[in-house]
């Protein structure tokens, strides 16, 4: 699985971001696809995930402001960001998590990453 991840860049506080992440290759019916970020300094953090279900879980932090979404004939996920806070300044990395079947063991990807700068 390759995953291709865009849409960062540097924003104001209090504006709007959205990140895409595509996948490519061997594509499993049960997955999920999430964001996590990492701030400098800071372990690497769950943003949010969405399930190929459709069962979405986000972040306590958020309070909000981020939705994720998918279009799984697209097997894309995106990340809306809104009301950026400085704080939210980070590298945002695409994950998918999936199985072939439900005996065989989760493999988990990960993308190259994406810089989202929020300034005050």
């Known amino acids: 699985v390759q995953l291709q991840a865009s849409g960062g860049g540097v924003v104001q506080a209090g504006g709007s971001l959205r990140l895409s992440c595509a996948a490519s290759?061997?594509?499993?019916?049960?997955?999920?696809m999430s964001w996590y970020r990492q701030a400098p300094g800071n372990q690497r953090e769950l943003v949010a995930s969405?399930?190929?279900?459709?069962?979405?879980n986000y972040a306590d932090s958020l309070n909000g402001r981020f939705t994720i979404s998918r279009d799984n004939a697209k097997n894309t996920v995106y990340l809306q960001m809104n009301s950026l806070k400085p704080e939210d300044t980070a590298v945002y990395y695409c994950?998918?998590?999936?199985?072939?079947?439900?005996?065989?063991?989760?493999?988990?990807?990960w993308g190259q990453g994406t810089l989202v700068t929020v300034s005050s």
């Open positions: 994950n998918y998590r999936g199985r072939s079947s439900w005996y065989k063991p989760f493999e988990s990807y």
């Open positions: 290759g061997i594509i499993f019916s049960d997955n999920t």
């Open positions: 969405a399930s190929s279900g459709g069962r979405t």
